[in-house]
């Protein structure tokens, strides 16, 4: 009796193999992705692309459930490419691959449609938790992308000691877990039964404290002050 694929296995159980397009222009990183995956029963590798063209007429053709995308495609940006995929499949999930770990930066990448972001030296363990966690209206952030070191992060350093932690009241705290599970202000106000007014109110407090400007910024800040679990925790 032939052996049976994983997706066929997968099938037997009335399971559907999450479908994921890899765009990196290393050929010899992308190969061992590539091959990685299909070593996993619940994901099917679609395809691998090397720059930016390439990888929008790839996912338009196999349509994948999520793309990893390398931000740096040589001399292209790969923050150009999330954007046109963003733009034809709002319903594919972009996790970016990047070596950047500047909020701000990652703001950007999050406006082009990205969901998580991975390190480009980070385990396979850490790639496939964001490939298999990753959520449309979510934003997922590995913790090691802002490892500095034997474990330290950026925010263990000495300035650690200007952080908000204290100033956080319990309310605000509330309010940053939701947003840290990518929940919006309507959604956060019917979960804490609170005019939406008064939750953005927070969401403002909550910015401010963290001096931040952006929702994936104050997620981003949360997570490396240990405010609110990292993906991984959940």
Not at 31 to 47: F, P, Q, S, T, W
């Amino acid at each position: 009796m032939p052996t049976r694929t994983p997706s066929e296995r997968l099938a037997d159980r009335g399971l559907v193999p999450l479908r994921v397009l890899v765009v990196d222009d290393h050929q010899t990183f992308a190969d061992l992705l590539v091959l990685a995956l299909e070593d996993e029963i619940d994901i099917e590798c679609v395809g691998a692309a090397n720059t930016a063209a390439a990888a929008h007429d790839l996912a338009v053709r196999t349509n994948p459930d999520v793309v990893i995308m390398d931000i740096q495609l040589g001399k292209e940006s790969g923050l150009v490419a999330t954007r046109r995929i963003h733009e034809q499949a709002p319903e594919t999930v972009i996790v970016v691959v990047t070596a950047h770990s500047d909020p701000s930066w990652l703001a950007k990448a999050a406006q082009a449609g990205a969901s998580a972001f991975v390190p480009k030296s980070g385990s396979l363990k850490e790639m496939l938790s964001a490939i298999r966690e990753a959520r449309l209206g979510a934003m997922l952030v590995s913790p090691s992308l802002f490892q500095v070191g034997d474990g330290q992060t950026a925010d263990d350093q000495p300035s650690r000691r200007n952080d908000p932690v204290g100033t956080l009241t319990a309310r605000e705290r509330d309010v940053l877990t939701l947003m840290g599970q990518g929940a919006s202000a309507p959604e956060i106000a019917r979960e804490l039964k609170i005019s939406v007014n008064t939750c953005r109110g927070y969401v403002k407090a909550v910015h401010a404290k963290l001096g931040v400007r952006s929702q994936l910024e104050a997620v981003v800040k949360a997570h490396r002050l240990g405010l609110i679990a990292v993906a991984d925790e959940r």
